[in-house]
């Protein structure tokens, strides 16, 4: 195992939004903060169904029960925003 490996936590320990962005907080200490026009769903939900958030996926992913949306830590940290619909 590298130092590296050690060291990075990518599990979500907390997500807020506010009206522009969507900012998640990592074990490791990092923040991932994200416009939040990236989401369109996050975007077009009140503040309390983007607030009422879950872990999923072993804690690397985080779901919105009231808005069917789920992103993960990898894509956040690539900077993936969400694909464009058909």
């Known amino acids: 195992m ?3 490996e050690r ?3 990518e599990r979500v320990s907390d ?3 506010d ?3 969507l900012t998640v907080d990592l074990m490791d200490g990092r923040t991932i ?3 939040l026009a990236w989401y ?3 975007a077009g939900g009140s503040l309390e ?3 009422k958030w879950e872990l999923c996926g072993g804690g690397y992913g985080i779901h919105w029960p009231d808005l069917d ?3 993960s830590t990898e894509g956040l940290l690539r900077g993936a925003p969400a694909p464009k619909a058909a």
């Open 49 to 51: 169904q983007r607030a």
């Open 69 to 71: 949306e789920d992103l």
């Open 15 to 17: 997500v807020r939004c």
């Open 40 to 42: 369109p769903r996050l």
């Open 2 to 4: 590298t130092i590296s």
């Open 7 to 9: 060291l990075s936590d």
């Open 19 to 21: 009206d522009d962005s």
């Open 33 to 35: 903060i994200v416009p």
